[in-house]
């Protein structure tokens, strides 16, 4: 590959993510400050140096510069938001690549608050509201799945809502690091892996399947639910227990939780019907979730309940008109909720590219409740028919055994992951457990679990602390002295 090209991998000593803190890049964009960090890069405040307008820079982390495949993710992101240009689509104005710190890209800076925030200050969201944002969404990915491009990350934290003009609610999508183009057969989105946050993937990208735009519906779905509940869908589970629940259980309608979540039906319907299991079942891209959304604000009739369990199939004929209840949906807490937050772009919010362990969704099979496998009883028999009849001798056959558990899958061979420091001898910690000293081979899993943080110390010298990934083999971290 071409050293001049960006997606090439970084040969040279790791930068600390703050020096680049007070330098001016290209002669054009003065940084500011750091004011975020995710899981691939940092998100640092800038200013044009002509212009003096304020923007957003991000920047690959440094322990991450060497991996050719995370930087041409990374540069990927530019690109894919650069195709879209749609208003509800974050504005990538420009797009470099330092000596020193890599990749690198520009954004607009916004100023407000994500879903997230949202519905943690808010709680459930009034149905009005929430189709009014998700069809803004929906919009944008309308746009990108025009142009080729699938989201496939599509979370609360990556829909930012800015004030403009009489709309309080604007509607920004960022974050395309982990964009797929559809028809693209390249390694970045190769059958098996699976990329995203688990809690709001389909269930076809929870089984590393190839996904099209009926994912990016599925995961807006989620984020209707989350506005309209104001849950946090799947709270209390782990990684492994949510990629379990998508892929063999039913996701439940707000009307059949505990207490139930009172939405108009026809809200609902559509509802379920993007968060089915059976992409066939969904609007089948953001431009037709978008008209979707647009008719049910139209016309907010309510419409027949949705049937117990919480899977509805699009209706065959329309239903007669009901009055909608007017009363907002009831708070899940009775705890005054804490005072909206106000906060400047977070671009770029952790994209965790998690591999499926076989071993872990097996684990979540056998810790399912076994299905009840005995016979139904038999109703009794009325009649002097029955009275007269004698009892029948005992079936002299044994009873059939209960099936065999299915085997479990093998596990996946660890990634082993090159820890080095410069200078050596720096001891590796994640959490209270010491993993050794540099250099230092890391299993994943085995001594850490994938996307695990561990913290790089030497004594004299500013600790320092890095994500471990399976897909970057090796990490060198330069230590700086302490002040």
Not at 231 to 241: D, V
Not at 251 to 280: G, N, Y
Not at 296 to 315: F, H
Request: one cysteine or more; charged letters at 20%.
């Amino acid at each position: 590959m071409d050293e001049d090209d960006p997606r090439a991998p970084v040969d040279r000593p790791v930068p600390d993510p703050d020096d680049i803190v007070g330098q001016t890049i290209d002669g054009r964009y003065q940084v500011l400050s750091r004011i975020g960090a995710g899981g691939m890069g940092f998100v640092f405040e800038a200013r044009h140096a002509q212009l003096g307008q304020t923007l957003v820079l991000k920047t690959l982390r440094p322990e991450l510069l060497s991996s050719a495949t995370i930087t041409e993710r990374f540069v990927r992101e530019a690109q894919s938001a650069t195709r879209i240009r749609h208003p509800h689509v974050i504005d990538v104005k420009d797009f470099g690549v330092h000596p020193r710190f890599g990749a690198y890209y520009v954004m607009e800076r916004l100023d407000g608050r994500d879903l997230q925030a949202l519905t943690e200050a808010e709680g459930p969201v009034p149905a009005a509201r929430a189709i009014r944002i998700l069809t803004q969404v929906a919009g944008a990915l309308g746009a990108a799945h025009r142009v080729g491009v699938i989201h496939r990350d599509l979370k609360p934290a990556n829909v930012f809502l800015v004030a403009q003009g009489a709309e309080p609610d604007f509607v920004k999508v960022l974050d395309f690091g982990l964009a797929k183009v559809m028809g693209a057969n390249r390694r970045l989105t190769e059958t098996g892996q699976v990329l995203g946050t688990p809690r709001y993937m389909a269930p076809e990208q929870c089984a590393g399947e190839r996904v099209d735009a009926r994912a990016d519906v599925y995961s807006a779905g989620m984020l209707l639910w989350q506005l309209l509940t104001g849950q946090e869908p799947y709270a209390e589970m782990g990684t492994y227990e949510i990629l379990g629940q998508k892929m063999f259980e039913e996701m439940r309608a707000p009307s059949a939780l505990e207490p139930p979540v009172r939405v108009p039906s026809r809200v609902e319907a559509l509802l379920m019907r993007c968060l089915s299991k059976d992409p066939a079942a969904r609007p089948a891209d953001g431009a037709a979730l978008h008209a979707e959304l647009e008719h049910l604000a139209r016309d907010p009739r309510d419409a027949p309940p949705t049937p117990p369990g919480g899977s509805v199939a699009p209706p065959s004929a329309p239903s007669p008109p009901v009055p909608s209840p007017s009363a907002p949906p009831p708070r899940a807490s009775s705890a005054p909720p804490p005072p909206p937050r106000s906060r400047g772009l977070i671009a770029g919010a952790t994209s965790i590219a998690l591999v499926l362990a076989a071993a872990g969704v097996a684990l979540y099979l056998a810790l399912r409740p076994a299905p009840d496998r005995s016979p139904p009883p038999t109703p009794p028999t009325v009649g002097p028919a029955a009275r007269l009849a004698s009892p029948s001798p005992p079936d002299p056959r044994p009873a059939d055994p209960p099936p065999a558990d299915p085997p479990a899958a093998p596990r996946p061979a660890p990634a082993v992951i090159a820890v080095r420091s410069d200078p050596p001898g720096a001891e590796v910690r994640t959490g209270d457990r010491v993993l050794g000293v540099t250099p230092l081979d890391i299993r994943v899993p085995g001594d850490v679990p994938e996307g695990a943080t561990v913290r790089i110390a030497l004594e004299g010298y500013a600790p320092r602390e890095i994500t471990i990934l399976r897909g970057v083999p090796s990490a060198h971290v330069q230590l700086h002295p302490a002040h």
